[in-house]
Every structure is written in C-alpha cells, then in structure tokens.
C-alpha cells in the first residue's frame, strides 16, 4: 500500500475506525458487494498492525446520504472521536464516500491534521498533517463533489427528457394506475372508482373539503400504498380533510400529466441545523404540463374551478365563502360608518343579528349600529328577485351572448396567432431541410432560424393556454333561461338550504352596506351588483318579538289612571267593554290587569278595608301560626271575605279576639301552647284505670293525632294532670267504642304507625 510508512507506532496505540456508508437502503438491499468490501477494511486494519481489540466499525450511516446538511450521526460521532485524540487512523473505502460535501471532508482532515489522525483507503495512506497529502484530499474531495453534481445533473436532465415524452413514470394517485404497456389508466376497481367520483361529486355539492369530510363520515376511502411491507397493496381507511385537499388539487386526475410540480427547498435553522422542505411552484412554473394526457375522473376546467374555489375557501387570505346558517349576507356586509366588516351573531334564540366588528376592539363610531339579519336579508333578497324581471333576463341573456362571443374572439385570436406561428416554424424546418448539410455558413442560419420561430411557436401556445384559463367557464343560455324562470320558487324552496341561498345571492350581488341613518328605526342598506351598478333603500327595522307582544299603550294608560283605585276584576271589565285586548290579541281578565300592574309597577287598591286585619296579622297578634286561622276559617268557625286579589280579610275587634282565644283555651294542643311558660310541674302517674295518649293510639293502632282530635271534639274523655299530660279513663267499653269509631272512618287506615308508649318504671 502507497503511504505504509507513514504509520506509526503512536498511530497503531490508538483507535483505528472503519466508516461505512452508502446513499440509500436500495443500495444497502441490492449492492451487497460493497457493503461486504468496507466491511473488510477490518480485516485491512489488523494486517497493517493494529490489534482487534482497537478495531471499531461505525456502520449507523447506512442508507443515509452523504450530502452536505443531512444529519448523519455515524460522521458526527465520527468528528467527536477524531476531536477527542483517540482515533489514529480512518479506514474508508473512498476518501470521496466519507462524504459528498467537499466542505465536510475539509473539515474532517483539518481536524485530523491537528489531532495526528491518518485516512487511509485503498489507494493510500494519507497525513493531512503533509501539505502533499492535503492537498490531494482536497483535489479528491472536490472532484467526488464534481462528481456527484455530473451524476445528478445528467439523472435530472433524462428524467426531464422522458417527462416532456410523459413516459416518465411515478407513482400515481389512488384511483389512477398504469397498464401493461405502462399507460396510465383508470383503476379497473369500481369501489375505487366510485369513491374518487363520490369525492368531487360531494365537493360540487357542498363547496368545501370540511364538506366532503362529513359526506365520507360513515364511509371508508382506499390508499395506493407505495413502499413499506405494503407497497402496491390497496388499502381502507378513514378520508381525512389533509387527503381531500390532495385530490382536488391533483391535476393527474383532471388527465393531465405533470412534472416538477414541487420543488426542494432547504433552510437553515438558528441553530445550524438544515431542514429541507418541499415546496409547490405556481402553476405557470411548471416545467411539464401536458394536458389530456390520458383518461381522467374531470375536465381540466373543472379541475380549475375546483381550485378556484378551494381559493375563495382561504378565510386566513380575507375570502368569506358561504356558511351554514341563515343569515344570507354573512360575508359580504359591511359597516357603512367605521368601513369594517360586520359579523354574524346568533343569539340564544337562533336569531341572527350584524354586528360591527370594531365593537371587539371598541373603535365603534357613534354611527355604528347593529341590525337584525332577518331585516337586511328580506329586503336584499326582495331586491334580487326583483331585479330578475324578464326585461332583466333578457338584457342578462343578451349580456351572456355578448361575453361568450368576447370569449370566443378572445381566444380566437390566439387561436391564430398559434396557426400563424406553426406555419412560419414549418417553413423554417423546410428551409432547413432543404439546405445542403455540407454547407455549415447556410446551414447554421437556417438552424437558428428554425428554433427562434420553435420559441415563437411555443410562446404561442403558452398565450392561448393562460387565455384559456383566465376565462371562467359561461353556462348554455338553456340553462340561463331555466334558471332565471325558477328562480323566485327555487328561492323559496324548503330544500333549498341557507348555503345554496347565500350562492346564488353572490352571483348577482358583490357587496352590502349597512349606511348611516339617525333614524334608529329604519335602516339604510346599500347594495353594490357585480356589474358595478349600486341601489340604495331604506326599510324599517324588525320588531323585537316580545316587544311585538306588548300590550297597547291606550290598556296601559287606563290600568296606570284606574288602577290604584278600582280592583283588577273591575279593570278587565272596563278595558274589554272598550274593545282593547291584550298584545296577543285575547280579552283581558285578571291575570292579564295584575302582570300590567307588575311590569309597570302601578299600584293596586287597599286589599283590607277599614277593622279588617290579614291572616298573618291574626296569627300574630293571637300567637298562633297561620295554619290554625286558615283552619278557623275553612270550618266556618271565623267569618272571611276573599279580597280581589285572592287574600282572605275578616273584621277584627274585641268581640272576635275572644272568641279567637275561647278557641285555643278549648284545644288541648293550642291550650298547652298559648299558656305563658312556667316551670313543668313533674309528671304525675295516671290513676287506676287511666291510660296515656300514646299507650291509648299504641292499643287502637292508630296516630295519636287521631286522640288528640277526639279529646279535642268531645268524643274522648280525658284529664290534664299536674305536668300537663292527658289521661284518658279506660276500659273495654271506651276501648270498644274507640274501635267502631275507627271502623266508621274512612280516612283512620288500620295499618297506620304504631306508636309504642313508653315504659313505666
């Protein structure tokens, strides 16, 4: 080996590394010879003396690529050791294949010059610390670097070749795949056919990837898997809204074959780390487009269309498509006062109102307002079928012919300019053929002849493509007709959605404008047609529901005039004797005159007259709860007269607070109760023959509310004694007849709680 001198014994005490790499696991998978061959530069490096235990391969950077910027961890721990001093010599097969950067092997022999480290392959021996030897690493280093660019230039040119011809074959999309003389044809499964047309179907329908999602909701998709353990299978799974946007994007399925549509990008990171991207060119940068190519699932028309409309999806670029709700101006609505747009606010009511966006940032002007939507969609959706008059429809017919014929000379001028172009190259090819080859002087003129009138013939056709495609696609006049004539029932069609109402008020209408007007009860709209032409109108705002249910001012009056001196029965009268009714249209009564009076707050009359007193003001001046005065006077023991408004009143004097507290002296309960309290006295033992209240409902099975009630009516005898307790005299007789009592009543249940007395002691 050329250099063997120039190993040392210091050199052979380090670490000798065997670097192995190769572009990509293809080559790693197919060209074996290789991988085996730097395998080997072990066995290399125990034959020039250095022992196996200080042999170490570094083999991570298989299948990754040795150009600049790539991360490969194998050369950086490689560049860490050579750093570190512990590594005395390089073992690669190809200086040029520890990396295809020049700027990389530069730098990994400076630091081996610095740390005494040989790169050794099989050509030689090299010491970077040897101005000879470095400068033929660096010779070698840049001519695998002029290499690599020749390679890859000269790959880069026949893949361009072969796809101007559209012979170049790539992976297709789903749906797509070529046949057996490598055509590109449509996916002879029709589950796969079904679902790519199911995708542009939905996507016409309703105008939005996120739309097409939802459709395929329940719904599964296929994917061409194109490497991995799945390559060329067909594949079920979920359509996400990243994969819709890469179908209607795709101009293969719009028949068209495409080249260089993406580019690579590389960045480069604050931290020095490269990231290459890629990047989509516009469509006019292209290298390749060659149109109806092969079959596809559209026309190339509608595939711009399809763009187009992904493009007025963009609401980060300032477009406002059409959305689901019923606000049909949602959009396209401005404020006429500050000039921002007004967005769409629904309610908890569903009801939908404008609002000026700078209320947000609170930059509202004085003139700012906001409106109901149903108010400025009835009156703009009037004015556009009004417009569609069939005097309209005919100067908008007449307009449409007159835009197809613009179109057609349009493009029947550049349709000339191309023929034009074609003869003059076709006869500067004839000219060139003509010419004698011998003669090189004439030869040459007519050559540079013939491709400057190729570049004509090319710019020609680049000019009726991009006039072609900057013109919209115009609907028949059939269609036109019919559309006009079904417009107004179309409109109000209860299949036809908000959305679909909001498409076809954007073609006729660009803009609408909500004016200044100090009249807070009117609103003035303006309206801006896509032919330039604007309206003005003005219509009164919409009533708030519960203010439409008010009742009428002249009711109110007469409650708010009446009301403190006549009572609402009387008032209900009155107001329905002069015919008014209430905001819903019914008759007053007086449910109706009492919620006037509480929403208005107007005083109703005294509800007690002179000597009459409530029933709380009973109760309190007895010292009993209500309960006991309602009972009094449900049993007719007090007398009462029900006031207009439901309450009870009753006189009150001298008369009736005795006889009220008569009342309570006579009830056992009430009696205990309303005495003044003092020490209890200690119980005393029932006499022979008497029992407790509670020992006498434990015998009969039954409440002891049930003996009060008969001690308290009369029906059971009984004694108070000293602590307050009651003693009922007892025997089978009182027992007995207790028990036919019970027996009579339909409201004692013999199953009732059984109260166990107390024990004696």
Partial sequence: MNGEHKITSSHRGRAALIYLRQSSMVQVREHTESTRSQYALADKAAALGWPRSDIEVIDTDLGISGKWGVAREGFTELMTRVCSGEVGAIFGIEITRLARSNADVARLAEFARITGTLLIDPDGVYDPADVNDRVLLGFKGTMGEMELHVMAQRLHANKRAAAERGELRTPLPVGLVHDDAGDIVIDPDAGVQAAIRDVFAAFTACGSAYGVVAAFKDRRFPLRAYGGAWAGQLRWGRLTHARVIGILKNPCYAGAYVHGRYSSRRTVEPDGTV???????????????????????????????????????????????????????????????CGKPMRTNYHTDQRPSYECSSRADRLTTPACRSVAAATVDDAVAAVLLDALTPEQVALALAAADEVTGRHQRVSRAAELAVERARYEADRAERAFCACEPENRLVARSLEARWEARLAALAEAGQALEAATDSLPPLPGRAELEKLAADLPALWHAPATSSKDRKRLLRTLIADVTVLPEPDQAKVRIGIRWHTGATDELSVTRAIHPGTARRSPSPAVEMIRRLGPVTPAAELAAQLNATGLTTGNGRPFDVKAVQWIRHAYRIPAPPAYADGEISVTEAASRLGCSTTVVYHWIHTGQLTARRSSGGRFCFPWDDQVQARCQELIAQSARLGRTARPRTLPAPPSPAAAGEVSVTEAAYQLGCSIHVIYYWIDTGKLTARRGPGGRLHIPWNDQVQAECRTRIGQSGHLNPAARKTRPRQRH
């Fill in 275 to 337: 990231r290459t991207g890629l990047v989509e060119r516009p469509r006019a940068e292209w290298p390749v487009l060659i149109k109806d190519h092969h079959e596809g699932y559209i026309t190339w028309a509608d595939y711009l269309a399809n763009e187009a409309r992904l493009a007025a999806n963009r609401t980060n670029a300032g477009a406002r498509p059409p959305r689901e709700g019923s606000a049909l101006c949602q959009g396209i609505i401005t404020c006429g006062s």
